[in-house]
């Protein structure tokens, strides 16, 4: 099925280490997004990426790293992994901003 | 700058009973708007828009949402909760014009549903 897919879908990781998220979509969108979801705090913008080739910085991006690979692909790097980063975050893409967004099924994140 | 306040965490309502999740914003521009859905361990979902079209707007699962640009509102209801509708709700926002400004999201609304 068309979509977003992002993996892994767990992730258990040491303060300190680093990781990267994957994700891709098969929409042809040309937005991508990454949020994070926190108990109480609805989701925050991270970073996105209006078209391929650009990334702007959202409302928490402190700790991450973003990287547009391809039209298709957009991945999320914590190069070191601190507790207050155990999240659900989820990528999601769009076409334009009057259609909304399809996201992606999570990654539950653990910082230990 | 966008914002959007959702009154209420967390809603209960019997299955059978009108569900109302309420949602206010804030543009400065005129916005679209939206509202999704999130069951648990899952991704989230459209249920519905408004792109300034028809001020009233049906989504998938018989949910309806009325945009009232007086009272900067686009509450989410629904005549008849069903035990499946128990999920977590969100409302957003983003400007009208602005092709690919990223969607600002509430807090969210829980809703539980009982027999």
């Known amino acids: 099925n068309a979509g977003v897919t992002q993996t892994p879908k767990f992730q258990v990781l040491k303060t300190g280490q680093s990781m990267t998220l994957q994700c891709a979509q098969d929409?042809?969108?040309?937005?991508m997004y990454w949020y994070r979801q926190d108990p109480g705090m609805g989701l925050r913008l991270i970073y996105y990426?209006?078209?391929?080739?650009?990334?702007d910085k959202g409302e928490v991006p402190n700790g991450y790293n973003v990287s547009r690979l391809n039209k298709r692909e957009f991945s999320l790097r914590l190069e070191s992994a601190a507790p207050s980063q155990t999240s659900v975050y989820f990528c999601?893409?769009?076409?334009?901003?009057?259609?909304?967004?399809?996201f992606g099924s999570g990654t539950r994140l653990t910082v230990v | 700058a966008q914002s959007v306040t959702q009154l209420g965490s967390h809603v209960s309502v019997s299955e059978g009973a009108l569900v109302l999740l309420r949602c206010n914003y804030s543009?400065?521009?005129?916005?679209?708007l939206f509202w999704y859905v999130q069951y648990p361990n899952q991704g989230l979902q459209l249920l519905l828009k408004?792109?300034?079209?028809?001020?009233l707007v049906k989504g998938i699962n018989g949910f309806e949402a009325e945009f009232k640009k007086s009272e900067t509102s686009f509450h989410l209801t629904k005549p008849s909760a069903h035990m499946s509708d128990a999920a977590e709700y969100f409302c957003?926002?983003?400007?009208?014009?602005?092709?690919?400004?990223?969607?600002?999201f509430g807090k969210g609304t829980r809703l539980s549903v009982i027999a």
């Open positions: 990426s209006a078209s391929e080739g650009t990334t």
């Open positions: 929409m042809n969108h040309n937005s």
């Open positions: 999601a893409s769009s076409a334009r901003g009057a259609d909304g967004y399809t």
């Open positions: 543009s400065s521009v005129p916005p679209y």
């Open positions: 957003a926002v983003t400007p009208g014009n602005s092709g690919n400004t990223p969607l600002v």
């Open positions: 408004y792109t300034s079209a028809a001020t």
